[in-house]
């Protein structure tokens, strides 16, 4: 099974401030259509997940541009450019390329 | 707009069976593959299950869960056999199988 590993796995912010969160996989996530299939979730307190990225560095439709998706290969990363109070809560990489889906363990965001 | 509408959760024996559903609404359901996500108390998520053009199960619960779905009822299942603590856990149905869209959740406990 492919491994998806986030750092840090806590993150306080100051409001306003960027934060960044780190996800890498245990193998590549290049499907053999070219495309990359790394998603990223956000799950607010008692919320269901919601997906804010896919194939990277799309943002799904409604999520505000101060998110933003990078990375290739094993590689990936989530930012925040500017944290707002809304954006509290688990956020969660995790793998479309190969089965089992996989996630990784959340990286818990809370304001300092 | 995508809804997704899960129920059927519940307390069970170890051991027991339980059913649950997810009525979907809001896109042609025949278009898209569907999944199952679950999340035990406190934890991260944990991909179930997806039915698309073939089915897929997660290690975890193969030979004992059945994913299926009913087109004309738009409505997803999850037939679950064996149950065992370790599977008590809010159980999300998702669309596609990359998660675009999730539904609000239903809680299975099983106990003994």
């Known amino acids: 099974d492919v491994v998806m590993t986030q750092s840090p796995l806590s993150l306080p912010v100051t409001l306003g401030q960027p934060a960044s969160i780190s996800c890498r996989s245990s193998q590549s996530l290049i499907y053999s259509d070219g495309n990359t299939y790394l998603n990223w979730f956000q799950q607010r307190p008692g919320q269901s997940p919601r997906r804010l990225i896919y194939?990277?560095?799309n943002r799904d439709s409604g999520v505000p541009d101060r998110f933003s998706g990078s990375g290739s290969g094993t590689d990936f990363t989530l930012k925040i450019s500017r944290v707002e109070a809304e954006d509290v809560g688990v956020y969660y990489c995790?793998?479309?390329?190969?089965?089992?889906?996989?996630f990784g363990q959340g990286t818990k965001v809370e304001i300092k | 707009e995508v809804q997704l509408l899960e129920s059927g959760g519940g307390l069970v024996q170890i051991g027991g069976s339980l059913r649950l559903s997810c009525a979907a609404s809001g896109f042609t359901f025949t278009s898209f593959a569907m999944s199952w996500v679950r999340q035990a108390p406190g934890k991260g998520l944990e991909w179930v299950s997806t039915?698309?053009?073939?089915?897929y199960y997660a290690d975890s619960v193969k030979g004992r869960f059945t994913i299926s779905r009913d087109n004309s009822k738009s409505t997803l299942y999850l037939q679950m056999n064996s149950l065992r603590a370790e599977d008590t856990a809010v159980y999300y149905c998702?669309?596609?199988?990359?998660?675009?869209?999730w539904g609000q959740g239903t809680l299975v406990t099983v106990s003994s």
């Open positions: 995790m793998q479309g390329t190969h089965w089992p889906r996989t």
């Open positions: 998702a669309k596609t199988m990359n998660f675009d869209s």
């Open positions: 039915t698309g053009g073939s089915t």
């Open positions: 194939e990277v560095s």
